[in-house]
């Protein structure tokens, strides 16, 4: 049985209400086709999270940060993400479902297949959409987009982007919980690493906390596939660190021993000329992943993962492993 944050502190039940939103444990299974170094690899795919029309990591985030939205009395929600951003449709998709309205700033991208599809599915969600440009037209529009989306007294609910906050991390610090949980079943082998894509931080900082307060020894190896942000250690630790302040402030009680973060590790070798840029390695890595498992990655997130593991794997980098894959990607 999956463990939950409210069965294990109940005590947050009144202050950081829970929306569910998708069905919990996702799959784990083992991808023998892809090793080529003696390491066992396996998947864990959150693209199967989500009961409506966009799944993926986003929408554990969603079933932190909606509630959280609502319990405030807000009506709107503003964030900012890429063209074709996978956060700014699932936000506009399940906040939709709950009354609430997304409005969405979007920096350009480069312009291929995969975002004009997700252009035309952002038009057709109901979101209002800001076309900034660039990150620092988006910081000078934000206070004109926040002030015209106040409900009488009330601001909009404003989210960074991939609602990447000490809230939305919550999302991942569950999934370890089940990823654990997942391991004393007997589902899969204790993995000593975790390689996952990291676009604005919040999944790897969640996994982070979620594995040491799970006892898991597992280390975070972040995949940065963003260059416009930090997306270092320190940084990323630091958000790991205002979940766990979260956390006790509404009233969890967690070991007080809980020790610094210690088990994330940032690599950027696999970025290529920046976000959204297509590189050949990832694009080997979707074509393995398609033909030999059966795994349909994008070019933006988790082709670039996957080419990260297949590249450490062949350095020996993950030992003995065995190393998990945490699949993001969760369109519908």
Not at 196 to 219: F, K, N
Not at 235 to 252: E, Y
Not at 264 to 274: A, I, K
Request: no cysteine.
């Amino acid at each position: 049985m999956t463990p939950h944050l409210h069965e294990l502190h109940p005590e947050l039940a009144g202050t950081l209400p829970h929306l569910a939103l998708g069905t919990s444990p996702t799959p784990v299974r083992p991808m023998t086709a892809l090793d080529t170094a003696g390491v066992d690899i396996w998947l864990k795919d959150d693209g199967a999270f989500g009961d409506g029309g966009w799944g993926g990591n986003k929408v554990r985030k969603l079933e932190w940060l909606l509630p959280d939205a609502l319990r405030q009395g807000r009506t709107t929600i503003v964030t900012v993400g890429g063209l074709g951003t996978n956060w700014g449709l699932a936000t506009a998709l399940y906040g939709r479902e709950q009354g609430l309205k997304t409005v969405l700033a979007l920096i350009d991208q480069p312009v291929d297949e995969h975002v004009s599809q997700q252009l035309k599915r952002l038009r057709d969600s109901g979101a209002e959409l800001h076309f900034t440009r660039t990150k620092a037209r988006t910081i000078l529009r934000a206070p004109f987009i926040l002030a015209r989306n106040f409900s009488g007294r009330r601001p909009p609910y404003f989210l960074p982007a991939g609602g990447s906050s000490p809230v939305g991390a919550l999302g991942y610090v569950e999934a370890a919980l089940e990823l654990a949980a997942q391991v004393r079943a007997g589902d899969l082998p204790e993995p000593t690493h975790i390689v996952t894509a990291v676009g604005s931080g919040g999944t790897v900082a969640g996994l982070s906390l979620g594995l040491r307060l799970a006892g898991l020894p597992t280390r975070v190896v972040g995949v940065v596939v963003n260059e416009t942000l930090r997306l270092d250690e320190p940084t990323l630790s630091r958000l790991a660190g205002r979940t766990a302040r979260l956390l006790r402030d509404r009233g969890a009680r967690l070991p007080e021993t809980l020790s610094p973060t210690g088990n994330l590790e940032m690599v950027t070798d696999y970025l290529g000329p920046g976000y959204g840029h297509p590189t050949p390695e990832a694009t080997t890595a979707q074509t393995l992943s398609s033909n030999l498992e059966h795994l349909t990655l994008e070019p933006v997130y988790t082709a670039k993962a996957m080419a990260a593991l297949l590249d450490m794997n062949a350095q020996g980098r993950f030992g003995t492993g065995p190393v998990l894959f945490l699949n993001t990607n969760g369109p519908r």
